[in-house]
């Protein structure tokens, strides 16, 4: 990640003296005391609700500084330009969703079969698989094309899930004695998932979680039947 130039902070005082026939200091802001990291989230989350609403088109400086509630300076200052936060919030997207998925094969030993019906699950669990999520996915889906620095990202998780897919089914294959594709198998399963959230950024009455889980494991089950 670009570091941004660190803002100066406001070090409100400790409680000052009142003069004579005042009523005291108002409070300071509280943005005042938040930190550039903090700054920088509440820009990225704002980004990625204008995203969700507007789409990437629709998506301005005004659009984004109407969500985090904030001057147009406070972006310039800590992303420089709006791609350039685009970008960091579609990565901080990105890392949220390995964190979630690639995070549920963390901790205990799991045998192959666990570690893939883990990563279906989460991917349908209530933590992603809701409307104003999958809507963030939806807006940066339609600019990834017409980005080389999305794009780069982009392909990066890709590749990451396959790898991770393709390795899960390699186990399983050496574990049953079976001969199976594990990479068009890795990809068919990817496919799935992300068909499974578009169709549902669509229609959400057209299918459950439930269901979409459901035919992602029967893939699975077939694969190795």
Known sequence: MKKAARAREHIPTTASPERPGKKGKAKPDPRQRETPEVRRRQLIEAAMRSIAKYGYAGTTIETICGEAQVSRGLINHHFGTKEELITQSYKA?????????HGSLRGSYLEPEDKLQAMIRVSFGPAMFKQEYLGIWAGFWSAIGKSPALRKLNRELFDKDRETYQGIFEE?????GKKVDTRRAAL????????FWLEWCLDPKGFTAEEAEAACLGFVAQTFA
Do not use: P, V
């Open 93 to 101: 997207l990105r890392d949220e969703w390995m964190f979630q998925t």
């Open 172 to 176: 399983i294959a050496r574990k049953r």
């Open 188 to 195: 068919s399963i990817i496919a799935l998932i992300d068909g």
